[in-house]
Structures are given as structure tokens and as C-alpha cells.
């Protein structure tokens, strides 16, 4: 850190950053600070000031409080402990649940004026359930360092955080993953599936990565087979939130004599959807040789093709005048991107419904796709991340 940087600023928050931090300025220059709430005054510890342009910070000590401000919903990453010690994984915690919907919403609508372009209104970022936002995470990373100790890493750090409470996890998780002792070094992830069961896989630091185990999920009366390690919604309600979400999005959309694509198409979820909303010749496409194997399995009661394949390059493998009814896009974190956005509007299709978990990168296609003349028809949010920055939205765009 430079010499000229103050290891302690008083700061006025003004606003909430992409990523779960918030910002203020000191002397023109803008500072990302965690722990914090927008409309507070803070001291905060600069933890970064080598660039020129910004710095970043922690909050110590809240010197104006939000009225939003309360406790903690984890303990272990509350204000009360040195930012070092503090647990990562729910950073809107210290703030009240209807309020980091908010927050939220203006997030990606902050990105959506940015990126997109004018005229898109962020839409209510909306729960998928009544509770506190607690007790809903059927998957959990813990880490375990040279010294035994099991936890997980402090916020933005690779240090193991020993704690008593996983007030995010199901029950079940949670009480397994303090029952754990003499793990060795590396990461422990836990998983519940839709039976209830608790599965602890172990991948030490070093060593061979034992054979995939595979589990059972379902959503509504359909079963889906999936690697315990691979991906499935960590939300017990998000799978079949975004199942009737993407059905209510295809309605009257479906084309029965076209061919519909599920791109991204893990092991097969939406292409359930598609298929529940009328469609009779899909095709999903995936990267992950394993997740479209399993594809092939959930799907073999519906007209579905799975493919192994990279979505960019598949799409430039098609031939000229290949035509598509509707489109779901679920692009993991980084988004879909240009290549695939044109790739998609080379297909012409009907309609296009893109599921996206994170909001830069949604915003970012949208403007893709508006730049070649699609329109935005709707929007919906999710809340399937409660107590951290993350949500869920679904776009509908058509010509």
C-alpha cells in the first residue's frame, strides 16, 4: 500500500457496487467498501491502495447507522470481529431482508441504464419463499488448513474462519458440517439432496479426485440425476422457481413443429421446462461431458438431443440457414458474450429466454442483442441468494 494512503478514513456511503460492496469517494477518488449500508457514515481500514483510481476498504466502525442496519444473521461475520476474522459467503447480512431486495434491484438497474441501454425497467427483485432468508443452502464449501481447523474463508481471502453457526445451510447441512474432525488439508463440500441425505465429499489438496457420485434432485414429478459436484441450483426452492418461471416465459411462445434449443443446458432442467410448455424437438448443449450424459437419462421421456459441445462453437458449426424456435440461454456467471449473442440471432428464432445470475453480464448481452434489433418484452428478478449480492433474473426478448 502506498505511503500517501490514510489506514483510516471516515466515509459517507452513497451507493452500493456490482459484487456486494458499497461505495464512497475521499477526495475524488472512489473507495469500495464492505460491511457497510448506503445513506451510513463509516470508518473504514483501506485493505487496498496501490491503484490510483480506486481503493478498497473495510468497515471497523459504523458512526451513523442505517435504519436497515441490524445484526448480523451470521455471528461469525458480524461487525463485532476484526474484518480478517470475519466469515465470507453473506455479505448483505447486516442488512434487514427487504431492504437488500432493494439494494438488488437497484443494482441491476444501475447496470441495465448502463449496458443495456434506456427504456428497461428493473423489475422487484422477488423471494422464493416466506422465511427469514435463512435455512435454504443445500450446498456448502468449507475449507480445511495445515492446522485442521474447518471453516469457511474470510471475505475476499483464502484464511479458514472456524465458526459455530451456518445459519444459511439446511439444518441438516449445517449440523453436519460442525460434526466435522480430522479432515485433511483442502475442501469439503457438503450437498443435501431432495431425499433429505447429506453428502460429504472430500477433495484434499492433493492426490487422485475419487469417481463423481452421483444423486437424485426432482422438481415437481420429474426426477433429475446430476453429479453430487456438479451444478444444480444451491436454493432448495430455486430449481423449481425457475422451472415455473421459464414455463410462464414460453407460454404461447412454443412453435410445435420447430426445433428448440436449450443452450447451456446443464443436465437438463430446462429443456424439462421447454418440453412442459409444448416443445417436441429440443436440443441442449453443453460443455460438460458428464452433466449431458446425464441429460440424455432425465430427458428420455421427451424429444431432446443433448450435445457435448462449447455453445459458441456449436453455434458456428451450424449450417447456413439453420433455423430455431425458441431459445433458453443460461450462461454461467461471465455470460453469454458476443460471440454467442450473434450466434443466437444468426438462428432467427422465435423468441429468446435468457436466465441469467448476474446482472452485468445480463446487461451487457442485452445490449448485444438490442443492437441487432431484439426487444425486451419482460423481466422478472429472483432472490435466490438471501443475505449475499447474488439474484436470478429471466429476460423474455423478441423481434
Known sequence: MASSV???????????????????RHEGRVVFVSDAI????????????????????ETVEVL??????????????????????????????????????????????EALDKFAGPGLEAPVVSPVDDTDGTGWRTRVSLHVDADGIVGPYAARSHRVIPVASHPLARPLVAAEALSLRNAKPGRIDLVESSDGEVHVLRRPERGKRPAPRVIVERVGNRSF???????WQVHQNAASALDGAVRGALEGRIDP????????GGVGLLSSSLAAAGATDIVTVESSAR????????LADVDATAVTARVDRYLASLPDGTRAGTIVLDPPRAGAGRAVVEGVHALSPDAVVYVACDPVALARDLGTFRGLGWDVQSLEAFDLFPHSHHLETIAVLSR
Open 257 to 264: 413443429d420447430a426445433v428448440h434449443f436449450d443452450l447451456y
Open 225 to 231: 440425476r446430476v453429479d453430487a459436484d456438479g451444478f
Open 6 to 24: 490514510p489506514p483510516l478514513l471516515d466515509l459517507d456511503i452513497t451507493g452500493i457496487a456490482h459484487g456486494g460492496t458499497f461505495i464512497a
Open 64 to 109: 451513523d447507522a442505517s435504519p436497515h442496519r441490524r445484526p448480523h444473521v451470521w455471528p461469525e461475520a458480524d461487525m463485532s470481529h476484526d474484518p480478517e476474522e470475519r466469515a465470507g459467503g453473506a455479505d448483505l447480512g447486516h442488512i434487514d431482508l427487504d431492504h437488500q431486495r432493494t439494494l438488488k434491484r437497484q443494482v441491476l438497474t
Open 291 to 298: 452433466a449431458t450424459a446425464h441429460a440424455r437419462e432425465n
Open 38 to 57: 448506503p445513506g451510513e457514515r463509516v470508518r473504514a481500514r483501506i485493505t487496498d491502495g496501490a491503484k490510483s483510481s480506486f481503493w478498497r476498504a
